[in-house]
């Protein structure tokens, strides 16, 4: 459970630091919404609204990664093989754009403006910034 937990911190972490870089990558919730027009308690809610909203798209990206990669990896396999890696590149673009379009379905909403430019840059920065987080804290990857 720790590490589930660890993973998903890690994840929340990365695709802030997603975010932050890419003018194209985007996490919007009703609460922060909210809060920033000023329906909300003030600055300490709209700060808790946005950390959540973050760990929310980051469990959802954990599950994507945990349960829909593993088969597109399989399936994709002789065309990795072929671009000696590179196509992973792409399934992990693919997850992060699966993961956008799972959000709309929620209240917290991971938007991406398009497929080549923002979820391939950010499926780049979240892997970095996954590897680096994790190593740091210790998740261990299965």
């Known amino acids: 459970m720790k590490q589930f937990v ?5 994840n929340a972490l990365a695709l ?3 975010a932050w870089i ?6 919007n919730a009703a609460a922060t ?34 349960l829909v990669r593993p088969i597109v990896g399989l399936l994709s396999l002789p ?3 072929l671009t000696l890696g590179l196509f992973a590149l792409v399934i992990n673009a693919a997850m992060l754009a699966l993961t ?5 379905y929620t209240p ?15 499926a780049i920065i979240i892997a970095i ?12 990857r299965k």
Do not use: H, Q
């Open 129 to 140: 910034v996954s590897a680096l987080a994790g190593g740091v804290v210790g998740v261990k």
């Open 33 to 66: 919404t909210d809060a920033a027009s000023g329906a909300g308690a003030g600055g300490g809610s709209e700060t808790v609204g946005i950390v959540l909203a973050y760990l929310f798209i980051g469990l959802i990206f954990g599950l994507v990664n945990a």
């Open 79 to 81: 065309i990795t093989c």
């Open 100 to 104: 956008a379009w799972l959000s709309s």
């Open 6 to 10: 660890l993973r998903v911190l890690v």
């Open 16 to 18: 802030w630091v997603a």
């Open 108 to 122: 917290v909403r991971l938007t991406i403006d398009s497929f080549f430019w923002t979820a391939v840059l950010g």
């Open 22 to 27: 890419l003018p194209g990558m985007d996490i």
